[in-house]
């Protein structure tokens, strides 16, 4: 059995690694953190929707190119390798998927296309405060046409265009799409560790809604929508990681003490060593849980729970040791560690932090063990 991906897809990656090269170095992703006034790259967004990249998990009906999932991880890996300051994980990884799991084929004809061409900016907005959302913790309201109450924080939601939402309705919770361009949504940009991605609060104030999926399914069609994100992020994870992989290998092998290359220290090398078994382990878990989303298989639930736990953990020891690596000059300004530090700290909270995932792991292994 073949657990790679195939030649096509292989392609598909070295034209996005040399797309964004080109397109977000690290001069383009410092322009964003440095300017307040720019949330995410437009040119970039643009551009990425001129490759076609937005509908590659689209259907052809809905000016998508109608590829999958695979194709969809090969370009997640680029994009966090690239560090690309773009809402492509809000548009992509959760709010197209929600409406390709849940809505009517009428929401479908009306939100997907400009989300292949780029004119529609999505955002996923669950949490309503500290501590990871539950269905106690949900107090928005749905009355099955108004929406009101609070989400925050909302990754993107300052430049998003539509929302879903997770709502209460009745006794129980629905998914809906909200229009954020109209007079009863009301934004507040905030601050994070990581400006390259933007976060806001929402304040919804009987701001016209429609439900996209059954009443009272909210929360199991959340939990998918989740699933399916964190195989995504994953993916981006793992090529952030390489990419400070790779920065760590390439100054050790350029950076010289006591007549010597630092790499040709044993600590050195150990740290450059755990760096690759982390991200090759995360890369087993990634490929389990892309075999399992585009094929839709049951073991989707475990596969994701392992993929995110492994991807946060890689990350972030990726990113840490990146700077240690660097010795002192890691912790400066001029020097791109930080980046990295940055964004795999913010994916690691993206969608539910990985104390969250290892609950949702154990869980789902003790009831699979129980059947």
């Not at 695979?70 to 492509?88: I, M, N, S």
């Not at 799991?101 to 500290?130: C, N, T």
């Not at 959340?222 to 995504?232: I, K, M, P």
């Not at 585009?294 to 639930?301: D, F, G, K, R, V």
Request: hydrophobic letters at 45%; a neutral charge; glycine letters at 8%.
């Amino acid at each position: 059995m073949n657990f790679d991906f195939s030649d096509d897809q292989k392609m598909l990656r070295d034209q996005a690694r040399k797309f964004l090269a080109d397109k977000s170095s690290k001069k383009a992703v410092r322009e964003i953190l440095n300017d307040d006034a720019k949330p995410f790259d437009a040119a970039l967004w643009k551009a990425i929707a001129e490759q076609g990249w937005l509908g590659v998990a689209i259907p052809e009906e809905h000016g998508g190119l109608g590829l999958g999932r695979l194709e969809l991880c090969v370009l997640a890996e680029e994009l966090g390798r690239a560090l690309a300051p773009a809402p492509f994980s809000s548009t992509l990884y959760f709010f197209a998927e929600a409406l390709l799991l849940a809505a009517s084929p009428d929401q479908r004809a009306r939100i997907l296309p400009g989300i292949a061409d780029g004119s529609v900016i999505g955002a996923f907005a669950i949490s309503e405060g500290p501590g990871a959302p539950s269905p106690s913790s949900i107090d928005t309201q749905f009355d099955g046409s108004k929406l009101t109450g609070v989400k925050i924080p909302v990754t993107d939601g300052d430049i998003a265009t539509h929302a879903i939402v997770l709502a209460r309705e009745g006794q129980g919770l629905s998914l809906v799409l909200v229009d954020l361009t109209q007079s009863g949504v009301k934004r507040e940009t905030l601050k994070t560790l990581d400006p390259t991605r933007s976060h806001a609060r929402f304040t919804f104030s009987k701001a016209a809604a429609e439900r996209i999926g059954k009443a009272g399914e909210g929360w199991d069609l959340a939990e998918q929508v989740l699933d399916r994100a964190a195989v995504l992020i994953a993916f981006e994870q793992i090529g952030g990681a390489e990419a400070c992989l790779e920065m760590s290998v390439d100054f050790a092998k350029n950076r010289y003490a006591f007549s010597r290359q630092i790499g040709s220290f044993q600590a050195i090398k150990h740290k450059l060593a755990d760096m690759y078994v982390g991200i090759e382990l995360a890369r087993s878990n990634a490929y389990y849980g892309a075999w399992a989303l585009s094929t839709q298989a049951s073991q989707l639930p475990i596969a994701a729970a392992a993929a995110r736990v492994a991807a946060c953990d890689a990350y972030y020891f990726a990113s840490k040791e990146n700077i240690q690596a660097h010795g002192g000059m890691g912790y400066t300004w001029e020097v791109d560690c930080h980046l990295f530090y940055r964004r795999a700290k913010l994916l690691a909270v993206q969608a539910g932090g990985p104390g969250v995932w290892k609950e949702k792991l154990v869980r789902r292994l003790e009831q699979k063990n129980a059947a």
